[in-house]
């Protein structure tokens, strides 16, 4: 198949209508560009390791590439053309990064934890725990802005989002009683308990993110809270489907991979729920 042009405007609507494992959205810049700011969700693979890990794409049927500006990813795209399965869906973001009118995650303290040269990036083991600690995160965060709620219909889907945080950390915790014994006699309400929960799935710490949380005072005040809350849980869940595409990819291959990109598609759908606060924002 020929290689297709992509618009960033069009790219939500694109990967809306594919599973997360029919769908990669790669970034061939190199990993300093990448750091300093990437789209949601997209995997680094720079230009010059592309010809030898085109394996690692070859089992996905549709591809987005993207750089800078779109050359690097035309480029990309021309030699993942030659070389992948010839019904392979491959794109080429017209305008690269710069072009891109969504919001930029930064390398912030998640990204240090998983760096891929690390070993614990690699390490089964501290994947899941360190993704268990950002789910009780997450949680207590929900939980802090659900005190916080002045209406019953944001209560209520902050308490749900809290939830579903934990149960999160639940199916990741039974991911690692199989893959390490040192875990398989362990309670999973005792090694939950344990964990910390002080930093957030996009790198910020659960005390600034809570102290961001002004108690509303009145109804101008009000709708800036829900604002605030609803933003900041956006940002929150958009940072974990980023991380959870990453390790998706880092485990290709294994049973991980597809309990990952589960966990992704969750995120997606906390960013739906979180949307249908807004016109309440707006009221």
């Not at 869906?89 to 934890?113: K, S």
């Not at 089964?124 to 207590?140: F, G, V």
């Not at 875990?183 to 939950?192: G, I, K, M, N, V």
């Not at 930093?199 to 800036?224: F, H, N, Q």
Request: proline share 5%.
């Amino acid at each position: 198949m020929p290689v297709e042009s992509i618009y960033p405007e069009e790219l939500p609507a694109f990967s809306a209508k594919l599973k997360e494992s029919d769908y990669a959205l790669v970034d061939v810049r190199q990993p300093g560009e990448y750091r300093e700011g990437h789209i949601p969700g997209a995997r680094l693979l720079p230009l010059p390791e592309i010809e030898a890990r085109l394996d690692e794409l070859a089992a996905t049927s549709n591809l987005v590439f993207y750089c800078r500006s779109g050359a690097r990813s035309q480029a990309a795209a021309n030699l993942a053309q030659t070389a992948l399965p010839p019904d392979t869906r491959i794109l080429n973001m017209v305008g690269g990064f710069l072009a891109w009118d969504g919001r930029a995650l930064t390398d912030m303290p998640r990204l240090e934890v998983f760096e891929p040269a690390r070993e614990s990036y690699q390490n089964t083991s501290q994947a899941l725990l360190r993704a268990m600690e950002l789910e009780k995160a997450a949680q207590r965060f929900y939980q802090a802005a659900e005190s916080k709620a002045k209406s019953p219909e944001m209560a209520t889907t902050l308490a749900t989002l809290g939830k579903v945080e934990r149960t999160h950390a639940r199916v990741i915790f039974h991911r690692l009683q199989r893959a390490d014994a040192e875990y398989s006699d362990q309670d999973f309400e005792l090694c939950f308990d344990e964990l910390k929960g002080d930093i957030l799935e996009g790198g910020e710490s659960l005390e600034d993110a809570v102290a961001r949380l002004a108690p509303p005072g009145s109804d101008g005040m009000a709708d800036e809270f829900c604002l605030t809350v609803t933003e900041l849980a956006l940002m929150i869940e958009t940072a974990a489907y980023d991380l959870y595409k990453n390790l998706a990819g880092i485990h290709a291959g294994t049973e991980l991979e597809s309990v990952f990109l589960e966990l992704a598609e969750d995120e997606l759908k906390h960013q739906r729920l979180l949307a249908r606060l807004l016109p309440e924002c707006a009221a």
